[in-house]
């Protein structure tokens, strides 16, 4: 959609500029991610999984199946 493109010209913009890794809030499903990574191709593209976030409770064999070179786990030491 329109609003994806736009983030994705972006980020695609940051990378041609010098930036190391592509970074878009909280893809909301695995199919978004997966297009997200696939539009950025051949660049890293890091997640950010909180638990019970937006993105959902993906696990590393998750983010490494769509495609991401990094997943960061905020959080997740804290308990409740």
Request: hydrophobic fraction near 40%; charge should be positive.
């Amino acid at each position: 959609d329109v609003q994806h493109k736009d983030s994705w010209r972006r980020l695609k913009a940051a990378m041609a500029a010098g930036a190391d890794v592509a970074f878009m809030e909280s893809p909301r499903t695995m199919e978004e991610g997966a297009r997200l990574v696939k539009a950025l191709a051949p660049h890293p593209v890091m997640i950010n999984v909180l638990p019970n976030g937006l993105t959902g409770n993906y696990k590393i064999e998750d983010c490494k199946r769509l495609g991401f070179k990094l997943a960061i786990y905020p959080c997740t030491g804290f308990s409740q």
